[in-house]
């Protein structure tokens, strides 16, 4: 009798924490990987930051989910002047969450802001536009100083996000505190590392497609435990769903999933030219490179360590990537060929230290790559380095071989100038590699007016690269999200924000 | 007693001079540029530049320390550069949380170490000082990663009666507040509540073989009399000093527990820093944690001497 009154109570108790967990369901939350950094779009540098800048600033334009340009605050555009400049017509009628309006003025003292501002980090993204002309009260002239093709993609951007001028000069360098835009949601509140609260603009240009009242972000970087909150009726999405929880989430009938091939890669950077370092075989001849590429079997790479959820690549663009280039395929695992180029080389065991940044998944990765090399006679050592640590070290030299990624951007120029440029910054070209020919094409690119001109000069680059080897490119991540069942109108990006527009609870 | 506080009240200034250089020295030490993780993916050179001259990155190690000192005496303990907010606002927004977890981890502590450590000291050697001695190894080896993720997976998923992770501050609802501690209380008061327990059990049972208990006994006193009025008193000493020490532990951030059930305390505050090389943050929390270690080995002093009078000489 004892008994069954405590298990009434305990149900009575439970049931009503269940329905205190489960309040009314016009909040979103949305639990995060990472704590974002600063909230202000010209000084903001990590990617979980730009998942809340998509709920908070529009942009100039936006991507599709198959990376198309498509408009957003600005409607039409087009190039003048021989792509020397970039008329925008902006969409009329918008206003910022503060009231303010948003027009060519707004635009003007954005992009200033953006290249102008102390510490920018937008800077470099758009540092081909001179100047910005109001040529009337709705449409703006981008004035570049030569042509350059990516600049559409990064308006698509943290660099076409428009700030309130008002709430930007009264905000200074705090504007981050309380940041102000033409997007769907305006800043309420945040706690570092605990939430980012975002309620509905009422006055937003496209309000029939937002939902929500509110959206609130909660930082978790366990991914177990931000399943967990998942199921527990806590969240009602989650980003960066671990690939090795996918099975059991997918069998969880109070959940559902969402995939897409993300625009990062995965890869191994190899030290050809920076520091006395890269005196050492596999630096030194490409037929090494070769042959360590030529032992790695992608599939199985991906089936062991991530679950056959990732996709196998050997670019800076994905295979599904319309700036692939398809004329050079994944090559197919070959240790005989490894070992007879090893051995043409001179060195048929050669021994070199692999750098790997210190989490679970890299190390297993770097693991299966150590064993898969061992068979062709290399003699892989491996250095769990703690990230920050593993960046200093990489940008200094002081490595052979540094398993490193990139989040990658819409626009190809994003993911490869950078990293194999001779002017490219040693952080990100590590590897210091140059050549000539390789610089004239990403030039050219930049330049071309049309996507089969830049495709041509890719295909180039691809030609050089993927013989060289500064970087031997592994796979590509997939976005992987997990959902409440109830959650209607997601829809992945590969860029792997989190576009609030559409989505409600059925 | 006053001379005794002066003595100790003086030493708090060079002790935590000797801390701040310590930890603005080994942190110099640590590999990897501040400017250069804080420049992001892009790595802009002149972010990069921009960053070594904002936050004197770029001066001699001296000069740096003369400024944060000039800075934490005026009351400035700089600013974060990865968020960019005062560190002592984060402090602030910070510290209750810890306080709240450390007292509440605290409670369970005692709640269950105390009573378990008298009771198997009183039944020495019996079937109840084997239970107990058996439950508190079980509290000490338990990993509080493992722990967490396992409370977790049985009463957030499975049964769904606790948040599996957040903080609700008391003042938007209490209920939600304990609700969402109740986990990481318990996993961080089970881990001390064993070691208080071995403590506590064998300062009893030093006690109990007292010639004063003893006497006390002859007298014809109670059980119940002996034990907690002549006994336990004594006997609390070295749990006093173990109670401050793991408090003072506990302020300093359960690290691994604060993770697991995303704390936003001193844990998270201090590692996603030190990941970041967040100078500043590192800096300001390990100066305010030694601040209130310090301040708990005071309040330990004290209560020794109030629980034995002849301590203060």
């Given at each position: 009798m004892r008994l069954t009154r405590i298990l009434a109570a305990v149900t009575l108790v439970a049931a009503g924490l269940t329905a205190n967990i489960a309040d009314a369901q016009t909040t979103l939350r949305i639990g995060l990987a990472e704590d974002p950094d600063i909230l202000d779009p010209t000084l903001a540098r990590t990617f979980v930051g730009r998942i809340v800048f998509a709920a908070m600033c529009d942009k100039l334009v936006d991507i599709s989910a198959d990376l198309k340009i498509v408009p957003q605050l600005a409607t039409e555009w087009h190039w003048v002047d021989d792509n020397k400049g970039l008329v925008m017509t902006l969409r009329q009628g918008v206003k910022f969450q503060d009231g303010e309006k948003m027009d060519a003025a707004a635009v003007k003292f954005s992009i200033e802001r953006h290249l102008t501002m102390p510490g920018s980090n937008r800077k470099a993204e758009i540092s081909a536009v001179k100047s910005v002309?109001?040529?009337?009260?709705?449409?703006?002239?981008?004035?570049?100083?030569?042509?350059?093709?990516?600049?559409?993609?990064?308006?698509?951007?943290?660099?076409?996000?428009?700030?309130?001028?008002?709430?930007?000069?009264?905000?200074?360098?705090?504007?981050?505190?309380?940041?102000?835009?033409?997007?769907?949601?305006?800043?309420?509140?945040?706690?570092?590392?605990?939430?980012?609260?975002?309620?509905?603009?009422?006055?937003?240009?496209?309000?029939?497609?937002?939902?929500?009242?509110?959206?609130?972000?909660?930082?978790?970087?366990?991914?177990?435990?931000?399943?967990?909150?998942?199921?527990?009726?806590?969240?009602?999405?989650?980003?960066?769903?671990?690939?090795?929880?996918?099975?059991?989430?997918?069998?969880?009938?109070?959940?559902?999933?969402?995939?897409?091939?993300?625009?990062?890669?995965?890869?191994?950077?190899?030290?050809?030219?920076?520091?006395?370092?890269?005196?050492?075989?596999?630096?030194?001849?490409?037929?090494?490179?070769?042959?360590?590429?030529?032992?790695?079997?992608?599939?199985?790479?991906?089936?062991?360590?991530?679950?056959?959820?990732?996709?196998?690549?050997?670019?800076?663009?994905?295979?599904?990537?319309?700036?692939?280039?398809?004329?050079?395929?994944?090559?197919?695992?070959d240790v005989a060929k490894a070992k007879s180029l090893l051995a043409a080389a001179g060195v048929p065991h050669p021994s070199f230290t692999l750098m790997v940044p210190n989490n679970t998944e890299a190390t297993n990765e770097s693991q299966v790559i150590q064993s898969m090399a061992a068979e062709a006679g290399f003699d892989i050592k491996l250095q769990s380095t703690e990230f920050a640590s593993s960046l200093d070290l990489a940008s200094k030299g002081d490595f052979e071989a540094y398993q490193i990624g990139w989040s990658g951007r819409t626009d190809p120029d994003g993911n490869i100038y950078n990293f194999v440029g001779c002017k490219a910054p040693p952080a990100l070209n590590a590897a210091k590699y140059c050549n000539p020919e390789v610089d004239a094409a990403l030039d050219a690119a930049r330049a071309a007016s049309t996507d089969d001109a830049r495709m041509a000069q890719y295909t180039i680059v691809a030609q050089h690269i993927l013989a060289d080897r500064p970087i031997i490119y592994l796979y590509h991540r997939r976005w992987l999200y997990a959902m409440n069942a109830g959650l209607s109108g997601f829809t992945p990006y590969p860029d792997g924000l989190i576009r609030p527009q559409g989505i409600e609870m059925k | 007693m006053t001379a005794f506080l002066v003595r100790r009240i003086a030493l708090i200034f060079p002790t935590l001079f000797f801390v701040s250089v310590l930890i603005f020295g080994l942190q110099q030490l640590l590999p990897g540029d501040p400017a250069v993780t804080m420049a992001g993916e892009e790595q802009d050179p002149a972010v990069i530049a921009y960053l070594r001259q904002k936050y004197h990155l770029d001066e001699p190690l001296p000069v740096r320390y003369a400024l944060w000192v000039e800075g934490v005496v005026q009351g400035d303990?700089?600013?974060?550069?990865?968020?960019?907010?005062?560190?002592?606002?984060?402090?602030?927004?910070?510290?209750?949380?810890?306080?709240?977890?450390?007292?509440?981890?605290?409670?369970?502590?005692?709640?269950?170490?105390?009573?378990?450590?008298?009771?198997?000291?009183?039944?020495?050697?019996?079937?109840?000082?084997?239970?107990?001695?058996?439950?508190?190894?079980?509290?000490?080896?338990?990993?509080?990663?493992?722990?967490?993720?396992?409370?977790?997976?049985?009463?957030?998923?499975?049964?769904?009666?606790?948040?599996?992770?957040?903080?609700?501050?008391?003042?938007?609802?209490?209920?939600?507040?304990?609700?969402?501690?109740?986990?990481?209380?318990?996993?961080?008061?089970?881990?001390?509540?064993?070691?208080?327990?071995?403590?506590?059990?064998?300062?009893?049972?030093?006690?109990?073989?007292?010639?004063?208990?003893?006497?006390?006994?002859?007298?014809?006193?109670?059980?119940?009399?002996?034990?907690?009025?002549?006994?336990?008193?004594?006997?609390?000493?070295?749990?006093?000093?173990?109670?401050?020490?793991?408090?003072?532990?506990?302020?300093?951030?359960?690290?691994?527990?604060?993770?697991?059930?995303?704390?936003?305390?001193?844990?998270?505050?201090?590692?996603?820093?030190?990941?970041?090389?967040?100078?500043?943050?590192?800096?300001?929390?390990?100066?305010?944690?030694?601040?209130?270690?310090?301040?708990?080995?005071?309040?330990?002093?004290?209560?020794?001497?109030?629980?034995?009078?002849?301590?203060?000489?």
């Open positions: 002309e109001i040529v009337d009260d709705h449409t703006v002239k981008l004035v570049l100083d030569k042509p350059f093709a990516p600049l559409l993609a990064q308006l698509s951007d943290r660099a076409g996000m428009i700030v309130s001028p008002k709430a930007a000069q009264a905000e200074g360098d705090k504007f981050g505190d309380h940041p102000v835009c033409a997007g769907p949601y305006k800043f309420t509140e945040r706690v570092a590392q605990d939430r980012i609260v975002l309620d509905r603009f009422p006055d937003y240009w496209n309000k029939d497609a937002v939902h929500f009242d509110r959206i609130v972000y909660l930082p978790v970087p366990d991914a177990t435990v931000r399943l967990a909150n998942l199921q527990s009726g806590q969240f009602d999405l989650i980003e960066r769903l671990a690939a090795t929880d996918l099975d059991a989430a997918s069998k969880d009938s109070r959940l559902k999933i969402a995939t897409i091939t993300s625009l990062a890669y995965e890869g191994i950077t190899i030290n050809l030219n920076n520091g006395e370092r890269a005196k050492h075989p596999l630096g030194q001849d490409k037929r090494v490179r070769e042959a360590l590429e030529l032992s790695i079997d992608r599939n199985a790479l991906n089936q062991v360590v991530f679950n056959g959820q990732f996709t196998p690549g050997n670019q800076w663009e994905a295979p599904s990537s319309p700036w692939y280039v398809k004329s050079i395929p994944i090559p197919a695992r | 303990l700089g600013e974060s550069i990865r968020i960019k907010r005062p560190v002592k606002d984060l402090i602030i927004e910070k510290l209750p949380v810890t306080g709240e977890l450390a007292g509440l981890a605290m409670l369970v502590a005692i709640a269950i170490g105390v009573p378990a450590g008298i009771l198997a000291a009183v039944k020495h050697d019996t079937a109840i000082d084997y239970g107990a001695t058996m439950v508190a190894l079980w509290g000490i080896s338990m990993p509080n990663f493992w722990l967490g993720i396992m409370l977790i997976l049985l009463f957030s998923v499975t049964l769904g009666w606790l948040p599996a992770s957040g903080f609700v501050p008391p003042d938007e609802s209490l209920k939600q507040n304990l609700l969402t501690l109740v986990m990481p209380a318990f996993v961080l008061g089970n881990a001390i509540a064993a070691v208080m327990m071995r403590h506590t059990r064998s300062a009893m049972l030093q006690v109990l073989s007292a010639d004063y208990v003893r006497t006390a006994r002859a007298k014809g006193l109670s059980q119940t009399s002996v034990v907690l009025r002549h006994a336990l008193r004594n006997a609390l000493i070295p749990v006093v000093t173990l109670g401050a020490l793991e408090f003072g532990g506990l302020l300093s951030g359960a690290v691994l527990t604060e993770q697991v059930f995303t704390i936003p305390g001193f844990g998270k505050l201090i590692v996603d820093a030190v990941f970041n090389r967040d100078y500043a943050v590192v800096q300001g929390v390990v100066l305010c944690t030694a601040f209130a270690y310090i301040m708990l080995n005071l309040v330990a002093d004290i209560a020794y001497v109030l629980i034995n009078p002849r301590l203060s000489a």
